[in-house]
């Protein structure tokens, strides 16, 4: 059992921003921005994106669609955010239960690419 999933059933506490029958999103505990949350889906089939099929189109469109939503709830969608997922152990993939992080409230820099 991961510790997303442990949140998810409430047996870890987390800063909870929003939630709904099929997302959660949280304050990150380690910030790596001046304003960090992490949204995932309740489900937990989904370890990395190679493990989304067509099944998943609504539950990760509905993810994607909320997170203007969530960044307007943390004050940061009109000067911008960054979204970022890691995918893998080379990308730094912590935890294996699919999530998307969304940093903002201050300039990020540009990245490289």
Do not use: S, W
């Amino acid at each position: 059992m991961t510790v997303f999933k442990k949140i998810i059933d409430g047996e870890i506490p987390c800063n909870k921003i929003y939630e709904d029958e099929y997302i959660l999103a949280f304050h990150d505990i380690n910030p790596h921005a001046k304003v960090h949350a992490v949204v995932i889906p309740k489900p937990t089939h989904l370890k990395r994106i190679q493990d989304a099929q067509l099944k998943d189109v609504e539950l990760l469109g509905h993810l994607m669609c909320k997170i203007p939503e969530i960044a307007k709830i943390l004050g940061i969608d009109k000067d911008g955010y960054r979204i970022i997922t890691n995918n893998g152990d080379h990308a730094g993939q912590e935890v294996p239960h699919i999530h998307f992080h969304i940093l903002g409230g201050e300039p990020l820099g540009k990245l490289r690419g």
